[in-house]
C-alpha cells in the first residue's frame, strides 16, 4: 500500500521561508518522479515544480528563483523550500507521485496548507 505524507505547512509573513517535506512509503521511490502541486481556495490544483528521475526539474514561471525542488532518495523524501513568500502563495500544497509528461501520477498526499499573512 502506497502512503504519501506531506509535513511543514504553517502561518508566515510575507517574505519569510518554509520547507515542505513528502515522505513516499510502499513504493521504489527513487523510480518516480516527483512533483508539488497547489490549490489556492477557490481555484483549481496547478503544477508548482516538478523533478525527473533523473533530476532535470521545472517551475512555474511565478515560483522561479524563490522555490527549490529536491529529493533524498535514501529517505524515500522530496522537499520544497519556499522562500521570498508572498500572500498569493497562499494555498494547499500536495506532493505528487509519478508526475509524468505533464500529467499527474496515480499517487497524492493529503496536503498542507501554507498560509502567508500578516
Known amino acids: 500500500q502506497v502512503q504519501v505524507v506531506e509535513s511543514g505547512g504553517g502561518l508566515v509573513q510575507p517574505g519569510g521561508s518554509l520547507r515542505l517535506s513528502c515522505a513516499a512509503f510502499?513504493?521504489?521511490?527513487?523510480?518516480?518522479?516527483m512533483a508539488w502541486y497547489r490549490q489556492a481556495p477557490g481555484k483549481q490544483r496547478d503544477l508548482v515544480a516538478h523533478m525527473t528521475i533523473g533530476g532535470r526539474i521545472n517551475y512555474v514561471d511565478s515560483v522561479k528563483g524563490r522555490f527549490t525542488i529536491s529529493r533524498d532518495n535514501a529517505k524515500n523524501t522530496v522537499y520544497l523550500q519556499m522562500n521570498s513568500l508572498k500572500p498569493e502563495d497562499t494555498a494547499v500544497y500536495y506532493c505528487?507521485?509519478?508526475?509524468?509528461?505533464?500529467?499527474?501520477?496515480?499517487?497524492w498526499g493529503q496536503g498542507t496548507l501554507v498560509t502567508v499573512s500578516s
Open positions: 505528487n507521485v509519478g508526475y509524468y509528461s505533464g500529467l499527474p501520477g496515480d499517487y
Open positions: 510502499g513504493i521504489s521511490f527513487s523510480n518516480y518522479a
